[in-house]
């Protein structure tokens, strides 16, 4: 049978076993999936499988298996490394998880969720328990837990709580020739050899199909507030940070920008209004909660510690938020940097993390290095800089040719990642490899570790059907 016929006896296969909702066909419905979020890569599939429950899912991956047929999985399409986007030559289908969306228990501490529930109806289920899911980011409105899970997402309250890693309890899941692997048990303890679970986290879908998580749950926050830092240099916000964790296990979010992302939001995104007079080169915000009623609140707290920055000269000027409304809003000032970046042109994206210690230097100095390398190009970074993680990002220079990031700025990537390389750090923080940076893994990971990986992957999906392409397979 040819590769086609392959891939419309599927199509036709799961539709009279699971009735139309199972199948996407029609080229309006499969558009918005075939592109990612940047729009840099664009795939072509003949349809897109949409099982509604664990035992469909594995029907479905069981006959992808039998007939040969690539499966591409994919949640809220919001990767930024072309991990959910399926190859140009359209020999994949997209097995979606979003109709897989409920969430099947909560109890003290934690949650059993499908893959398709979006990260934001996670944060409210869970609020409705008095309990909370601390991990978040700027997608959450759209990404959902089996992507966050399949990338070991991080996002921006990574310094208290960790990343997905950290928060997945335990996984099921669908192999690669249809079995299920169902890991929901939530024992403690379970040496049962290798973690299936652990190997299928940040796997990004080429180890196995994720269609359910356990979830760990903390206990609901009563009060926060943020804080507007500006301040002269990465090397302060360090500083400041190691103040404030120095007195203090209740500072959540610390995120860092340089004043020209700041503008670019502020241009590009309506409501948002810079909260500080005057510029700054840099700018923090951190955030502090608490989950009791003590005698200090957030607000109190980080006004104590701010007023000691700003004397001390850490810090040139600050402001802590007033209201819920004025620290959303803040919010939205860093939760709209990607947002603001896509709408600005042309830019070579790196995820990047070294030792914390070494990142204020390491972002100001690889910007200096890149832009000397590459006359017209803008280099900057953004992001969690109390992870050691930092997005950065090299603007294209004015009136280069479409494509840049895939052409000329393949050379920018290379030379930043030998310099983070050489750092002693990692080329993917917590975005994933996906597409866009499989070559660059190949060319960078120790041979030992790559090796291992690509072991793992032929171990346990030796046909190859399971997001083709991206990663390492
Ligand atoms: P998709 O994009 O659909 O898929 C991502 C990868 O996971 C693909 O390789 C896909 O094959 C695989 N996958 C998806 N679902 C499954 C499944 N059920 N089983 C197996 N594999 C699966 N990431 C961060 O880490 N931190 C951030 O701060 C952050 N901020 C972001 C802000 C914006 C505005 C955007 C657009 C993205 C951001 N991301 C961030 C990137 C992205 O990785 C996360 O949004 C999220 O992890 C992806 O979830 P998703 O459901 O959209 O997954
Ligand atoms: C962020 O921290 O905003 C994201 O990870 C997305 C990005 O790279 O812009
Ligand atoms: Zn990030």
Redesign the pocket.
């Known amino acids: 049978m040819s590769s086609e016929d392959a891939r419309s006896s599927l199509i036709e296969q799961v539709r009279e076993r699971f009735g139309a909702r199972a199948v996407l066909t029609d080229p309006a419905d499969l558009a918005p999936w075939l592109t990612d979020?940047r729009g840099r890569w664009h795939g072509r599939a003949d349809g897109i499988l949409a099982p509604a429950d664990t035992g469909e899912a594995a029907a479905m991956v069981g006959l992808a298996a039998e007939l040969g047929v690539p499966l591409?999985?994919?949640?809220?399409?919001?990767?930024?490394v072309g991990?959910?986007t399926p190859p140009e030559d359209g020999s994949a289908l997209v097995l979606s998880?979003r109709r897989m969306s409920r969430i099947r228990s909560i109890e003290a501490g934690s949650a059993v969720v499908e893959?398709g529930v979006i990260l934001a109806d996670l944060h409210t289920a869970a609020a409705d328990q008095g309990q909370r899911f601390p991990l978040t980011?700027?997608?959450r409105g759209?990404?959902?837990v089996?992507?966050?899970t399949?990338?070991n997402?991080?996002?921006?309250q990574v310094l208290r709580f960790g990343t997905m890693r950290a928060l997945v309890l335990g996984a099921e899941?669908v192999l690669a020739d249809g079995s299920v692997h169902n890991g929901l048990s939530g024992l403690k303890k379970d040496n049962r050899g290798y973690s299936l679970d652990h190997l299928l986290i940040g796997s990004?879908?080429t180890l196995?199909?994720?269609?359910a998580v356990r979830v760990k749950l903390v206990p609901a926050i009563t009060s926060r507030a943020v804080a507007w830092v500006g301040l002269s240099d990465p090397q302060r916000a360090l500083a400041l940070l190691r103040a404030m964790e120095s007195v203090t296990d209740r500072i959540e979010s610390f995120e860092i920008l340089p004043e020209a992302a700041l503008r670019r939001v502020v241009e590009h995104i309506p409501a948002a209004r810079a909260p500080l007079q005057g510029a700054h080169s840099w700018h923090v915000l951190v955030e502090a909660t608490s989950t009791a009623s003590g005698s200090e609140t957030p607000e109190q707290l980080l006004q104590r510690l701010l007023e000691d920055a700003l004397a001390d000269g850490t810090a040139a000027d600050a402001t802590i938020s007033s209201s819920e409304g004025q620290a959303e809003a803040f919010w939205l000032l860093r939760d709209s940097i990607?947002?603001a970046e896509r709408a600005s042109g042309m830019a070579a994206q790196h995820d990047i993390s070294v030792p914390v210690d070494v990142m204020p230097r390491f972002m100001v100095e690889a910007a200096q290095q890149v832009e000397r390398a590459f006359p017209g190009t803008e280099a900057f970074g953004y992001g969690h800089l109390g992870d050691g993680n930092i997005h950065f990002h090299v603007r294209a220079p004015t009136g280069a040719a479409a494509g840049w990031p895939e052409g000329n700025g393949k050379a920018v990537s290379r030379f930043v990642h030998d310099l983070v390389t050489e750092a002693g750090g990692s080329i993917s923080a917590?975005?994933?490899i996906?597409q866009m940076k499989r070559e660059e893994l190949a060319r960078l990971l120790p041979p030992a570790r790559l090796r291992s990986l690509q072991a793992i992957k032929h171990a346990l999906d030796p046909a190859g059907i399971l997001?083709p392409g991206?990663l390492i397979g």
């Open positions: 979020w591409v999985p994919q949640g809220g399409n919001t990767s930024m991990g959910a998880l893959a980011l700027g997608a759209s990404c959902t089996g992507g966050l399949a990338t997402a991080g996002g921006t899941a990004e879908g196995g199909v994720l269609t990607s947002e917590e975005h994933g996906g997001n991206k």
